[in-house]
């Protein structure tokens, strides 16, 4: 059984949004990483965290209502906490993907698919294959420096990384980061 697409919504499917946000979160840390990474993405999701994410998913669909793409699946019955709150028309949020908007093409000169999650029970489903359809379509409608889009997978991540390499993602660089406390600490 396939999900329907559509934009997100924010007054029907912020709590399922944010829902399926956190279940992303929690999955990052737990399944590609140890303790401290666990503990550093349990620790984020804050009260003024979700204000904040969902300020911006806000701030991104303005732009372009599909940066934000919601998967609900009609089908469900009542609500849970894992598949979110009751969409607009009974469905359950399922899975979304998070593209960037234009204007901030620039961060990568590409397109960017910030995030794509779909909840584990539709896994292996047709469910990410609809989404990332619709962030590819996203991409090709906007105008990019280079012609391309662009992610971040953990390289732990053996299930993502498989799925993107069926959609046809090369390495294209690698992200590196480092604590911003060290330049507060040379001040």
Aim: proline letters at 4%; charged letters at 35%; aromatic letters at 8%.
């Amino acid at each position: 059984m396939s999900a329907t697409l559509r934009p997100y919504d924010p007054e029907a499917d912020a709590e399922g949004l944010y829902d399926c946000k956190t279940a992303f979160e929690r999955g990052l840390g737990a399944n590609t990483g140890g303790d401290d990474k666990v503990a550093a993405y349990e620790g984020k999701l804050t009260k003024g965290y979700r204000e904040s994410w969902l300020a911006w998913v806000d701030r991104c669909t303005a732009d372009d209502e599909r940066c934000v793409t919601v998967a609900v699946d009609e089908g469900r019955g009542t609500a849970d906490a894992e598949h979110g709150d009751d969409a607009a028309d009974g469905g359950k949020l399922v899975g979304y993907v998070f593209c960037l908007p234009e204007r901030l093409a620039f961060v990568w000169d590409a397109a960017v698919i910030n995030e794509l999650y779909v909840v584990p029970d539709r896994r292996g489903s047709s469910v990410a294959d609809d989404l990332m359809a619709a962030a590819l379509d996203l991409a090709a409608d906007q105008t990019l420096p280079l012609d391309r889009i662009v992610l971040d997978v953990d390289p732990e991540n053996e299930r993502a990384r498989a799925f993107y390499d069926r959609h046809g993602f090369d390495d294209w660089g690698e992200m590196i980061s480092r604590p911003v406390e060290l330049d507060r600490a040379r001040r």
